[in-house]
C-alpha cells in the first residue's frame, strides 16, 4: 500500500480565490477570524494541489474547482470532482503557516499531523499520554525529550484523525510508539499506533523543528512526496496519476 503527501505554504496560496468552488467560496466567506481564513485556505489549496497531481488532474483554475473538499459529519474531509465522491481519502494538519495533506486510496483511513518540537511539562504528559508513554518519555535524555513527546502525540493525533473521532476521544485511548534510528534515506521512520484491537501503522519525519507524521490502517511503503507545478507553470497535467495505477 502507497501513502502520497504534499505540503505548501502561505506564500504558495496565490491572492485570488477562483480555484474555489462555489460552495467553498461560500464557506471561506462564513470565517470571522483572519488566521481561521488562512489556515483553511492553505489547506484547500495544499489539498488541491496533491489530488490534482493524485489524480492526474489539470491545475488550472477550472480544473481545480472541480475538486471539492467538504466535512464529512464526523468533520473528517471527503474529496469530491465535479459532485462525485473521489477514490481517495485525505487527511489535512496546518502548522505555523504551514499545511500538509496525505492521501491513499479511498477504502483505507489515513491521518496525518504536524507538530512543532516544543517544551510540554510533565503535567501535560502526565494528563495526555498513557503509562507506556510516559515510560518512554522518561527513558530518553534530556535533549530529546521535547522531541519525543511532540512525535507521540503527533502519532496520536494522525490515529485519532484515521478513526475520524479527533480529540473527541480521550487521547490515553492510543497508543503510539516509534523508532529513533534506521531512518530511511528519506529521512522517514517507522511508528505505530494502537487503539484498542486495531494498530495504526506509519511513519514519522522531523524537519528543523517541525515532526510530521502520517499513519493508515494498512502497513504502507514510505510516504512518497507529490510533484506540484509553480504558479507560472499551472496548467499542466501530471503524467504520474499514482493512485490510478
Same mark, same amino acid.
Given at each position: 500500500?502507497?501513502?502520497?503527501?504534499?505540503?505548501?505554504?502561505?506564500?504558495?496560496?496565490?491572492?485570488?480565490?477562483?480555484?474555489?468552488?462555489?460552495?467553498?467560496?461560500?464557506?471561506?466567506?462564513?470565517?470571522?477570524?483572519?488566521?481561521?481564513?488562512?489556515?483553511?485556505?492553505?489547506?484547500?489549496?495544499?489539498?488541491?494541489?496533491?489530488?490534482?497531481?493524485?489524480?492526474?488532474?489539470?491545475?488550472?483554475?477550472?480544473?481545480?474547482?472541480?475538486?471539492?473538499?467538504?466535512?464529512?459529519?464526523?468533520?473528517?474531509?471527503?474529496?469530491?470532482?465535479?459532485?462525485?465522491?473521489?477514490?481517495?481519502?485525505?487527511?489535512?494538519?496546518?502548522?505555523?503557516?504551514?499545511?500538509?495533506?496525505?492521501?491513499?486510496?479511498?477504502?483505507?483511513?489515513?491521518?496525518?499531523?504536524?507538530?512543532?518540537?516544543?517544551?510540554?511539562?510533565?503535567?501535560?504528559?502526565?494528563?495526555?499520554?498513557?503509562?507506556?508513554?510516559?515510560? %518512554?518519555? #522518561?527513558?530518553?535524555? /534530556? @535533549?530529546?525529550?521535547?522531541?519525543?513527546? *511532540? !512525535?507521540?502525540?503527533?502519532?496520536?493525533? =494522525?490515529?485519532?484523525?484515521?478513526?475520524?473521532?479527533?480529540?473527541?476521544?480521550?487521547?490515553?485511548?492510543?497508543?503510539?510508539?516509534?523508532?529513533?534510528?534506521?531512518?530511511?534515506?528519506?529521512?522517514?521512520?517507522?511508528?505505530?499506533?494502537?487503539?484498542?484491537?486495531?494498530?495504526?501503522?506509519?511513519?514519522?519525519?522531523?524537519?528543523?523543528?517541525?515532526?510530521?507524521?502520517?499513519? %493508515?490502517? #494498512?502497513?504502507?511503503? /514510505? @510516504?512518497?512526496?507529490?510533484?506540484?507545478? *509553480? !504558479?507560472?507553470?499551472?496548467?499542466?497535467? =501530471?503524467?504520474?496519476?499514482?493512485?490510478?495505477?
Amino acid at each position: 500500500m502507497k501513502l502520497y503527501w504534499l505540503e505548501q505554504v502561505q506564500a504558495d496560496v496565490p491572492t485570488g480565490n477562483d480555484w474555489l468552488s462555489p460552495w467553498e467560496a461560500t464557506r471561506f466567506d462564513s470565517f470571522r477570524f483572519p488566521k481561521r481564513r488562512a489556515d483553511w485556505r492553505l489547506g484547500r489549496w495544499t489539498a488541491k494541489q496533491a489530488l490534482a497531481a493524485a489524480l492526474n488532474l489539470g491545475s488550472d483554475d477550472l480544473a481545480l474547482t472541480a475538486i471539492e473538499i467538504r466535512p464529512a459529519s464526523s468533520g473528517a474531509p471527503e474529496v469530491f470532482i465535479n459532485s462525485e465522491r473521489a477514490p481517495v481519502a485525505i487527511s489535512l494538519s496546518h502548522r505555523e503557516g504551514r499545511a500538509m495533506c496525505a492521501i491513499a486510496r479511498r477504502e483505507l483511513r489515513v491521518g496525518c499531523d504536524l507538530e512543532s518540537v516544543e517544551a510540554h511539562g510533565d503535567v501535560f504528559v502526565a494528563d495526555y499520554f498513557t503509562a507506556e508513554e510516559q515510560q %518512554a518519555i #522518561a527513558a530518553v535524555s /534530556a @535533549p530529546d525529550r521535547e522531541r519525543t513527546v *511532540s !512525535l507521540l502525540w503527533s502519532a496520536k493525533e =494522525s490515529a485519532l484523525k484515521a478513526l475520524h473521532e479527533g480529540l473527541r476521544l480521550d487521547t490515553r485511548t492510543v497508543i503510539a510508539s516509534f523508532e529513533p534510528a534506521a531512518l530511511n534515506r528519506e529521512g522517514w521512520g517507522i511508528l505505530e499506533v494502537r487503539y484498542a484491537d486495531q494498530v495504526f501503522k506509519g511513519w514519522w519525519q522531523q524537519t528543523d523543528h517541525l515532526v510530521r507524521t502520517i499513519v %493508515a490502517d #494498512a502497513p504502507s511503503t /514510505a @510516504p512518497i512526496l507529490l510533484p506540484v507545478t *509553480s !504558479l507560472v507553470e499551472r496548467g499542466f497535467v =501530471s503524467e504520474c496519476a499514482p493512485l490510478l495505477r
